[in-house]
Structure formats: structure tokens, C-alpha cells
């Protein structure tokens, strides 16, 4: 069965930069639009970024223009270059198909931002 294994996450002072890794078992992600998604804690899990199958992206009002969503085919992997983070962007971010299918939930990357 399909999960998702994503990565990069830490700890980062607000108007940092981090970059998330998603990487997939059996997947081949090009064929896909692909997001990633966020939960915040005491919030429902909210949409961040897509880039679909043909390279379009899809970014969320509260993320536009700091964040940018991008695949590489050969690694098949999905990336997701967070800069100027705040404190309202701490969650666990996940990646997962667009939409989303709810087997392929993996365990997320938790994001942090704080001084």
C-alpha cells in the first residue's frame, strides 16, 4: 500500500526558510497532481500547494508568494521551499495525491517556527 514519507521539518526562527521533502514508495508522483497539506494544532488539516501532473501550481491565499511547490521527476519527489516563515505557519505538514486519498496519509513532518 501507498504511503507518503515526508521530511525536512525543524525548528526555524519566524522569516526563516525551510524546505520539505516528499518521497513516495510505489507512486510514480509525475503522474499525479500532488499537494501539501497542513494541520495546525486544534485545527482541521488545511490545504497548502498543488502542482499538478503538467506542472501547474495551486498556492493557499495564506502561503502566496512565500512558498513554492515543485517535483523532481527523476527522484520522484515532491518538494515544498517554505520562506519567510511566522509562527501561524507551525503545523505538521503532509503530502499526499490531489485530491487527497485517505489511505495514502503518512506521518507528516512537523514544522515549527518560534523564536
Known amino acids: 500500500q501507498e504511503r507518503f514519507v515526508e521530511s525536512g521539518g525543524g525548528l526555524v526562527q519566524p522569516g526563516g526558510s525551510l524546505r520539505l521533502s516528499c518521497a513516495a514508495s510505489g507512486s510514480i508522483l509525475s503522474l499525479y497532481a500532488m499537494a501539501w497539506y497542513r494541520q495546525a494544532p486544534g485545527k482541521q488539516r488545511e490545504l497548502v500547494a498543488i502542482?499538478?501532473?503538467?506542472?501547474?501550481?495551486y498556492y493557499a491565499d495564506s502561503v502566496k508568494g512565500r512558498f513554492t511547490i515543485s517535483r523532481d521527476n527523476a527522484k520522484n519527489t515532491v518538494y515544498l521551499q517554505m520562506n519567510s516563515l511566522q509562527p501561524e505557519d507551525t503545523a505538521v505538514y503532509y503530502c499526499n495525491k490531489s485530491p487527497p486519498v485517505h489511505d495514502y496519509w503518512g506521518q507528516g513532518t512537523q514544522v515549527t517556527v518560534s523564536s
Open positions: 502542482i499538478t501532473s503538467g506542472g501547474s501550481t
